[in-house]
Structure formats: structure tokens, C-alpha cells
């Protein structure tokens, strides 16, 4: 049987602002080599080749494929043996929201110019990996997510980075109450952080939490910049949140927003909303990765 694949192909920045755009600034930039747009155009070629060597590997491994050709955009993998993603970390985790049981392996598609950490493979190595992935012998790693409560209703049940809630301009002051278990605390500050271990190297890091292994099912709370003009000390600030335990908040600001794994997905939060984090029962399927990483600790409830 013709093993079914969902590839899901981010566009470049020359792609969406050079070809489609056609904006005339940075093309301007580009035929003068500025160094804030230099790398642009290499970024694109290397990404198209890793195309090319995805549908080449595909075709002969006589593969039926279904090509996405936006991160964000809907599909449906259910069906599907596998779903491949060609770009970089980010348009994994766009993908990722989709998924379900289906294994996911990202292909990093320009190395020398964005992050691949959850990708597997990498142009070069493209027809191996397939091979390895679609014939079972690529060891896949369970990454847990996180589900998302407003006002009792589902919003998110995929969070594999992290959700950012915070007043939608930086110069102004979140304010909100947050509750685990019986601490409860009102609190000031530029927003808060809050995500299970695969968002635990990037904005958590970040803003001073710490790395945990990708086997872990906590979550983890990081406050941005508190603010305690008397001096008082907050408890809950930098928090790893337990299997099973959840986070309560309500939002004390008429304009809040609640982003979800990155700057696409935004919700309204309005004064009194009612926030609540926990783990997700479906976990994600990685091929390709190293389950291990550096532990540092939290405090822990």
C-alpha cells in the first residue's frame, strides 16, 4: 500500500514580501545587498532545493502526497501516515495544531538560516529520513501540550510552545489574579508566560525559567518583569505546574490577549475573563529528536 503524507511548506519572507508583496522597499534593499535583507534571498533558494529533494524522496518511495503550501492553513491528517514539514521550527509548531496521533517529522530547509531544533531532518538528508520515517525504523519522542480554558470553553487543546497573555501594548501594565491550588495572588506585570517543556527554550527561557527534559508533562509559568512598587515579594513568578494540576486566572484589564504558540492565533480576554491552563491529554509525536536536555528547577506545586 502507497504510504499518505501531508507535506506542510512554509513560505519565505522573499515569497511573501518580494514575489507576492512586490514591496518595493525591500526590494530595493535587496539590489543594493543591504545586510538587513542579505540573507534574505539565499534563505529562499536553499528552501526551494529542500523542496525539490521532499518531492523527489517522495516520488520514490511512491508515496500519494497532499501538499500544503502554508503553515497556517487548514488540513486534515487523519487519514495520513505520516505529516512532514518543511521549514523551520515555526512552521512546525503551525503545523502541529492540526495533528493529532499522526507521527510529524520537520525537515529544517535553509540550516545556516533558521532554528530547526524539532526537526529531524534537514536538506541533504532528506531521502534518508523519509525512508526511515515512513518504514517505522525513525524513533519518535511523545511531547506533551497544553489545553486552554476561557470561560469554560476550549480554545486550545494544542499548545506544544507556549501561550502569552499580556495588554496588547508592551508600554502598558497586565494586571490579573492567579490562583494554583490554594496560593492565590494578585499580580502586576508585562504579562506572563506559560507552556509545557518543548516551549521551555525559547520566551520562557527567556524571561528567566528553565530548560526542562522533553519527557517531562509539567507546565511551566514564567512571569514578565513583576511589579512591586512597595517592595513586596510574589510567590508565584516562576512556577512548574504539576501533571494534573491546573492554572486559574482572571484577567483585572479590559484589553487583554491571549497569544497562542507565536503571534497568529489571538484571543480577547476582557475584565473578569476566567483563564485555565493545564496539560493536554494529546501529546505530540516528534520523529527525529533527542529526548535530552538540561534540567534546572523551579519551584515546584
Not at 529562499?44 to 529533494?53: A, S, Y
Not at 497544553?146 to 494586571?175: E, Q, W, Y
Not at 482572571?250 to 493545564?278: A, T
Amino acid at each position: 500500500m502507497r504510504p499518505r503524507v501531508v507535506v506542510v511548506v512554509k513560505r519565505t519572507a522573499y515569497r511573501l514580501f518580494v514575489e507576492e508583496a512586490q514591496d518595493e522597499r525591500i526590494a530595493r534593499l535587496l539590489k543594493k545587498n543591504d545586510p538587513t535583507v542579505r540573507r534574505m534571498r539565499r534563505a529562499h533558494d536553499e528552501h526551494q532545493g529542500t523542496i525539490e529533494e521532499v518531492d523527489q524522496a517522495l516520488t520514490r518511495l511512491s508515496a500519494h502526497v497532499v501538499w500544503i503550501r502554508r503553515a497556517h492553513a487548514p488540513y486534515d491528517p487523519r487519514r495520513a501516515d505520516l505529516v512532514i514539514t518543511v521549514g523551520g521550527d515555526g512552521t512546525l509548531l503551525a503545523a502541529s495544531h492540526r495533528v493529532g496521533a499522526t507521527p510529524i517529522l520537520g525537515v529544517n530547509s535553509a540550516p545556516d538560516h533558521s532554528v530547526g531544533f524539532f526537526c529531524g531532518a534537514k536538506k541533504g538528508n532528506v531521502a534518508t529520513a523519509l525512508a526511515r520515517a515512513l518504514d517505522g525504523r525513525m524513533k519518535a519522542v511523545e511531547l506533551a501540550r497544553m489545553t486552554v480554558h476561557l470561560n469554560g470553553k476550549a480554545i486550545s487543546t494544542r499548545v506544544l510552545n507556549d501561550a502569552l497573555f499580556c495588554h496588547p501594548s508592551p508600554a502598558a501594565t497586565t494586571r490579573y489574579i492567579l490562583r494554583l491550588g490554594k496560593a492565590i495572588e494578585e499580580q502586576k506585570s508585562s504579562g506572563f508566560w506559560i507552556g509545557p517543556a518543548a516551549g521551555s527554550t525559547a520566551a520562557q527561557r527567556s524571561g528567566g525559567g528553565k530548560i526542562l527534559p522533553l519527557s517531562s508533562r509539567d507546565l511551566q509559568l514564567v512571569v514578565r518583569e513583576p511589579y512591586t512598587p512597595e517592595g513586596e515579594r510574589l510567590k508565584l513568578t516562576r512556577l512548574l505546574i504539576g501533571d494534573g494540576k491546573e492554572v486559574f486566572v482572571r484577567s483585572k484589564i479590559r484589553e487583554g490577549r491571549l497569544f497562542i504558540d507565536g503571534p497568529h492565533e489571538v484571543v480577547d480576554v476582557g475584565m473578569g475573563d476566567r483563564l485555565v491552563f493545564r496539560r493536554s491529554s494529546e501529546p505530540l509525536f516528534v520523529l527525529g529528536l533527542h529526548g535530552r536536555r538540561k534540567w534546572g528547577a523551579s519551584a515546584r506545586y
